[in-house]
């Protein structure tokens, strides 16, 4: 049984900091592309960062220079670090592997 689990995050003001953690079971983690996703309210799910299993990263134009993605092949676990939250961040953000599976999601807000 495949199991996306998402945390971290919450409500946060504009400037701040936030670390999402998306914890994986059922699946060969190592070997799968990984990424994040987002959606706000009345808009379509958009790709936020991916990252390959060899470590290749990649981010939508919105974020770059802000988030980092990274991995911990160990742990089965993906990360999103958010830095310098803008409002325009606010959205339920979703963990994805392969680009098949996917979890629950986590709120972000971010106060203005």
């Known amino acids: 049984q495949v199991q996306l689990v998402e945390s971290g995050g919450g409500l946060v003001q504009a400037g701040g900091s936030l670390r999402l953690s998306c914890a994986a079971s059922?699946?060969?983690?190592?070997?799968?592309?990984m990424g994040w996703y987002r959606q706000a309210p009345g808009k379509q799910r958009e790709l936020v960062a991916g990252?390959?299993?060899?470590?290749?990263?990649n981010y939508a134009d919105s974020v770059k220079g802000r988030f980092t993605i990274s991995r911990d092949n160990a742990k089965n676990t993906v990360y999103l670090q958010m830095n310098s939250l803008k409002p325009e961040d606010t959205a339920v953000y979703y963990c994805?592997?392969?680009?098949?599976?996917w979890g629950q999601g986590t709120q972000v807000t971010v106060s203005s």
């Open positions: 994805n592997s392969n680009r098949r599976w």
């Open positions: 059922g699946i060969p983690f190592s070997i799968n592309h």
């Open positions: 990252i390959t299993s060899g470590g290749a990263t």
